[in-house]
């Protein structure tokens, strides 16, 4: 069987092989009395059994219990569930890729991988979907990729060096997903027939799911005379017809537009960065119009990151014991492809060796920054650095040495890079000082010569 690469975005996922998209599924499941419901199926229920539906268990995939449906231990049940229906429906049995959104963390990484590891099909890499899907498309040295999960937005950012694309941060603005949007328009909808019909869609379960059902529809209307969107739902044996003016439609979308706007903005602004769209961002209703004083917009085609993942395959696949998330690739098809492996790396002697954190200075290879009441102390593990921060979870983040420099990696813990705030995979340079929040003890980049 051929390779298969599995895009994971709960707002689509995408299967594909060397022939193109082989199937796309939704991140819902429904959890019945003997059955787990999945994808589509499960979202046109939803709203009529909101107790046993589910659609973040991709966008907070963990291990821990859940008590609200005895089928159901923990969301990596669902997400297993969900891999298993891919299998199924794409006849995955073979080697399988998985693009991954920069916001997944070590240890969903980890999940991901030990639950496939149990699927009829083997996992052989991981690789950034903004990546991958910026490779065959970025041309500046500066690239802003922008992708629309469930339940919010990821903007990467990726540096181009040479022919070598790398992710180097990457943001999450939640609150403005697909699902978000579609909160957003049906209480609109809503409005506007009770108002012109003296009818309320929302008024119960069936008629709600019908209404979330359509929406999508009429989304696709022609423009037309009155530049209206017509809104028809049927309710036993009538029908009721209302018109959304699309200027309406468009300022009620601003408010969520503004949010994403905002930080494109702080990203761009600083140089001249190229803006990338997936399929998925380019599809919201006037958003690329609300954006275009960012300058040149450029929009993926709904496979681009499958084939690409095709394409670089033999960059990704790893083995078995040696799979880890690919986050930096040289883009191939350059006349000085070939030469810039022997091109000079950056000066590592730059680099910092050492965290100094409560006066000891602690060596930079993989760190650990972990919360809990005792401060770092002789008894602390060197592969740590533990910090009390109250409210916080347990793990914050990591300090890494790379082939490239040192990074941080916070996910979407809020840290302070000399003072700023930065979440998701930031570059440390020597000098720099870290906080977890202001009034933290302090952890400063360092460098130890040897022999000191």
């Given at each position: 069987m051929s390779l298969k690469v599995i895009e994971l975005n709960d707002n689509a996922i995408n299967v594909g092989d060397e022939s193109g998209l082989i199937l796309e599924s939704l991140g819902?499941?429904?959890?019945?009395?003997?059955?787990?419901?999945?994808?589509?199926?499960?979202?046109?229920?939803?709203?009529?059994?909101?107790?046993?539906?589910?659609?973040?268990?991709?966008?907070?995939?963990?291990?821990?219990?859940?008590s609200r449906h005895r089928g159901v231990r923990h969301l990596a049940d669902l997400a297993y569930a969900q891999l298993m229906h891919l299998a199924e429906l794409g006849d995955i049995d073979s080697d399988v890729i998985f693009?991954?959104?920069g916001n997944f963390t070590r240890q969903q990484l980890a999940i991901l991988l030990g639950l496939a590891k149990q699927s009829p099909f083997n996992p052989v890499g991981l690789v950034d979907s903004a990546l991958a899907g910026a490779l065959n498309t970025a041309s500046s040295e500066s690239v802003v990729y922008a992708d629309i999960q469930l339940h919010q937005v990821v903007l990467s950012k990726l540096l181009r060096e040479g022919n070598t694309l790398k992710t180097e941060s990457v943001i999450q603005v939640p609150g403005v997903g697909s699902q978000n949007f579609m909160n957003l328009m049906m209480e609109l909808?809503?409005?506007?027939?009770?108002?012109?019909?003296?009818?309320?869609?929302?008024?119960?379960?069936?008629?709600?799911?019908?209404?979330?059902?359509?929406?999508?529809?009429?989304?696709?209307?022609?423009e037309n005379d009155d530049n209206s969107l017509i809104l028809e739902l049927r309710s036993h044996s009538n029908v009721h017809t209302a018109k959304m003016p699309r200027e309406s439609l468009r300022s009620n979308l601003a408010q969520y537009y503004e949010k994403i706007s905002e930080q494109l903005l702080a990203l761009?602004?600083?140089?001249?960065?190229?803006?990338?769209?997936?399929?998925?961002?380019?599809?919201?209703?006037?958003?690329?119009?609300?954006?275009?004083?960012?300058?040149?917009?450029?929009?993926?085609?709904?496979?681009?990151?499958?084939?690409?993942?095709?394409?670089y395959q033999h960059h990704i696949i790893r083995p078995a014991d040696e799979i880890h998330l690919i986050n930096a690739l040289t883009i191939e098809g350059s006349d000085s492809a070939s030469s810039n492996a022997r091109e000079p790396q950056p000066d590592q002697k730059l680099n910092?060796?050492?965290?100094l954190f409560c006066n000891r200075a602690v060596p930079i290879a993989s760190l650990d920054i972990i919360n809990a009441d005792k401060l770092n102390g002789d008894s602390a593990p060197l592969s740590s650095l533990v910090?009390?921060?109250?409210?916080?979870?347990?793990?914050?983040?990591?300090?890494?040495?790379?082939?490239?420099?040192?990074?941080?990696?916070?996910?979407s813990e809020i840290f302070l890079l000399n003072?700023?705030?930065?979440?998701?995979?930031?570059k440390l340079k020597l000098g720099d000082n870290l906080r977890v929040h202001e009034s933290s003890d302090e952890l400063r980049l360092i460098q130890v010569s040897d022999g000191e």
């Open positions: 819902f499941a429904l959890a019945l009395e003997n059955k787990i419901e999945l994808g589509e199926s499960a979202e046109q229920q939803a709203r009529l059994q909101p107790t046993n539906s589910y659609n973040k268990f991709w966008h907070e995939l963990s291990m821990e219990p859940l693009a991954v959104p909808a809503t409005g506007l027939f009770i108002q012109q019909c003296r009818f309320n869609p929302q008024h119960n379960a069936e008629s709600e799911q019908q209404l979330y059902n359509a929406l999508p529809h009429w989304l696709q209307q022609d761009t602004i600083q140089q001249d960065s190229q803006l990338i769209l997936s399929k998925g961002m380019n599809d919201l209703p006037g958003f690329v119009s609300s954006i275009s004083e960012l300058g040149d917009i450029q929009v993926l085609s709904r496979d681009a990151v499958n084939s690409a993942c095709i394409a910092p060796t050492h965290v910090v009390s921060a109250r409210d916080k979870p347990r793990q914050l983040g990591l300090i890494e040495l790379a082939s490239d420099g040192v990074f941080l990696d916070s996910s003072e700023k705030p930065v979440t998701g995979r930031q």
